[in-house]
């Protein structure tokens, strides 16, 4: 699996394994594997007489003295007992690889058996080849091998998992050493680089994955989806290149950002206790369940309370490093150190400075956070939760859960669709609607349990009000929402309730802030990308979910002026008027409204906030002009978040946060503007064209169709003036 920039971020197979043809495979690695397995290999015929005498007669002394029996096969019959035979043990299948070393030999040149068999030997940890094997134990290209690193590679062969420096380094430098002697007395080696090699320590270096923690929800995403189209079998063992639109410093910075907003709602809601408590001892290192270890990207330790005193507490980490934790890392638990551990209490630190560390806890909430590409869908960063070794659940793609007011925003654009403008009158009052028989009367409120009168559409997004987004519905028809709802691929089959308007229906975050995407690219339908291509090993593409076509590519020069056409065939699903009315909307849900805490990055930004009924998940969906960010903040197991945890004060800052980190000033563009629309200055509580010298002013967006001599007018079959106010209430 690649990234977007060619990076390799994982792999998913049963054998490790790159094929390197005999021409770019040095001569050191070739010397150094002759010299151990079959120094007659370029005379003999495929099978080594001299070899078969010299093991029959040792075989007669192991016999008896119960000693393992020796083998005598070639290379050649190692290529053969590979691809073609079992590893049985017995004479009948001994004849059979010998006749097939015979008939390979005369099949093949030495130099095709030989790269044949340096590209299947099993190496141990996995790894299948000299390539790979390289890597592996070096993190090293086979061209940057010396004598002694090939000579090891070459000692492995006989007892890839006995040798294995992992396991044993000792044992593996002695196999390495009389490897070294081989190729010394083969004359490969003079006797001053043969005592050079011999003094040499072996030097292990495997090759690090730098991302893969922060991608591991992403990897299993992509995992899960290719195995569902081409079956595991496949998927392990044919060798597919995966492209994927991943950027890992987005990635990076989403995984990050996530995280910290957890902590800090968790901070908020106090201490909860230590992981476990053990008994301390010297040997309490042993006693602790692999279950509680985290990533290493989180950079947290495990660590023992040794001592406790009114003012610092003496602590023990899991690597028997010794620590202090002073009371102002500490203080967010507001209790003192003898309330908080006791002596044996395990618990999560990190490290500040020199040996003093900071207290940590498991977030006992979770999230995730998608980043996407609105003009294609591909997703460009996903994290679906605080730990993937904790729990594998991914809350991006897999939790259902409600959007609440984050949903509204369709509302109003179906409304937009529907003859509306942004200053277009809704009265936000009491409202008792029949749910049908035998059930309750349903009794919407607002946040804060107020009402405000006639308002504007613009003031009733920004504001979240929930009467007056109940009543549009209302107005346009709960049929009609719901529709909109499946064709923008929110919900699959809602119910067609007027609750629908305040989110109540449930969707993933995922698909909701693919829905967004909408309002950035114009109108456009989209769907999420986690996989851009698919190659078989013979670099045949089986699967491209590129949806676009260059219209002018086969004549235009790369070294011209001219720049490629590109055309899309996705659907349609509103006006780009429409959706730049919204987009404007969501602008002003960021300076006036409940997302305006974002406002002091002063970037050119649009989002809304979501919270459901007592609080219980959390959102904040978000945009640039060119990336959309969907954040979700919620228990597993639904509760509430709390009296004052809205979406606002538990997803916004996560959002903040990755906006600050990730997107510079010159890259949030003002959104364009589309044709057919007139910007006019008007009054954003009453609609009304501002007056002169008026201070509360705003820009307020109308699709000309509905502007006539500098008034808006009602958009039906009849053109009606109504003073630049629409009424409807």
């Known amino acids: ?168 380094i000792d044992l593996a430098k002695f196999r390495r050493d009389l490897v070294l002697k081989n190729l010394y007395q083969n004359d490969f080696l003079s006797i001053e680089k043969y005592n050079e090699y011999k003094n040499l320590n072996i030097k292990l270096k495997k090759k690090k994955k730098i991302y893969l923690e922060d991608a591991q929800y992403y990897i299993e995403d992509v995992r899960k989806n290719i195995i569902d189209k081409l079956t595991y079998e496949k998927v392990y063992k044919q060798g597919y290149n995966i492209n994927t639109p991943i950027n890992l410093n987005l990635q990076k910075i989403a995984t990050e950002s996530l995280r910290n907003g957890l902590i800090a709602y968790d901070k908020r809601k106090g201490w909860r206790g230590p992981i476990t408590r053990i008994k301390y001892n010297d040997n309490w290192h042993k006693n602790v369940d692999k279950k509680y270890k985290l990533e290493n990207s989180i950079n947290w330790e495990i660590a023992i309370i040794k001592e406790i005193s009114q003012f610092q507490t003496k602590i023990e980490t899991l690597n028997k490093s010794n620590g202090l934790i002073k009371y102002n890392e500490i203080s967010w638990t507001k209790k003192e150190f003898e309330e908080l551990f006791k002596v044996g209490d395990l618990i999560y630190v990190k490290k500040v400075k020199d040996n003093y560390y900071s207290l940590k806890q498991l977030p006992k909430i979770n999230g995730g956070i998608v980043v996407m590409d609105p003009y294609t869908g591909r997703v460009l960063a996903l994290s679906g939760g605080f730990s993937f070794k904790s729990s594998e659940f991914n809350r991006a793609t897999q939790a259902l859960r409600q959007p609440g007011s984050a949903f509204k925003p369709f509302v109003y654009a179906l409304a937009l669709e529907n003859k509306y403008t942004p200053s277009s009158l809704v009265l936000d009052a009491p409202l008792v609607l029949d749910q049908g028989v035998d059930l309750k009367k349903w009794k919407p409120e607002n946040y804060g349990k107020k009402f405000y009168g006639p308002s504007t559409l613009r003031v009733g997004l920004e504001k979240s009000r929930n009467l007056m987004t109940v009543r549009i519905a209302q107005n346009l028809g709960v049929e009609k929402v719901a529709k909109f709802s499946k064709e923008l691929k929110i919900y699959e089959d809602p119910e067609e309730l007027l609750s629908i308007s305040l989110g109540s229906a449930e969707t993933t975050l995922l698909n909701l802030t693919s829905a967004y995407s909408s309002f950035v690219n114009g109108g456009k339908l989209i769907s999420p990308i986690i996989i851009d291509r698919i190659q ?194």
């Open 1 to 168: 699996m690649y990234s977007g920039n060619g990076d390799l971020v994982a792999d998913f197979s049963k054998e490790k394994r790159i094929f390197v043809p005999y021409n770019a495979i040095p001569s050191n690695v070739i010397n150094a594997f002759l010299s151990a397995e079959d120094k007659n290999f370029f005379t003999h015929p495929g099978v080594d007489a001299k070899g078969v005498l010299r093991a029959t007669f040792n075989n007669i002394t192991n016999i008896m003295t119960s000693k393992r029996l020796e083998g005598a096969s070639t290379i050649t019959q190692q290529v053969a007992k590979n691809f073609l035979l079992t590893n049985e043990v017995s004479l009948n299948r001994k004849i059979k690889e010998a006749i097939l070393a015979f008939r390979i030999e005369r099949a093949l040149n030495k130099e095709r058996i030989l790269e044949l068999y340096l590209n299947q030997i099993y190496l141990g940890s996995g790894a299948y080849g000299v390539a790979a094997a390289s890597l592996e134990y070096f993190d090293k290209s086979i061209k940057e091998l010396n004598y002694a690193e090939a000579a090891l590679l070459a000692a492995l062969p006989k007892a890839p998992s006995k040798y294995n420096p992992y396991n044993n």
């Open 536 to 729: 078989d090993s013979e670099g045949n593409t089986i699967i491209n979910n590129e949806n676009r076509k260059c219209m002018n590519c086969d004549t235009i020069s790369f070294t011209g002026k001219d720049y490629p056409q590109i055309e899309d065939n996705y659907n349609q699903v509103m006006s780009e008027q429409t959706a730049y009315q919204v987009t404007t909307l969501l602008e002003g849900v960021v300076k006036r409204g409940t997302g305006k805490k974002l406002r002091d990055l002063q970037l050119n930004l649009a989002g809304k906030t979501g919270t459901t009924n007592e609080n219980t998940d959390a959102w904040f969906i978000g945009f640039t002009s060119n990336l959309v960010i969907g954040v979700y903040v919620g228990m597993d197991n639904p509760k509430s978040l709390g009296k004052f945890e809205t979406g606002s004060k538990a997803a916004l800052p996560i959002f903040r946060e990755f906006i600050e980190k990730s997107v510079k000033k010159s890259e949030a563009r003002p959104f364009k503007v589309p044709e057919n629309m007139t910007l006019m200055v008007v009054d954003p509580l009453t609609g009304e064209k501002a007056k002169f010298n008026s201070k509360n002013t705003i820009i307020e967006a109308y699709k000309s169709k509905n502007v006539l001599n500098g008034k808006v007018l009602y958009s039906g079959n009849n053109r009606i003036d109504t003073n630049n106010i629409l009424k409807f209430y």
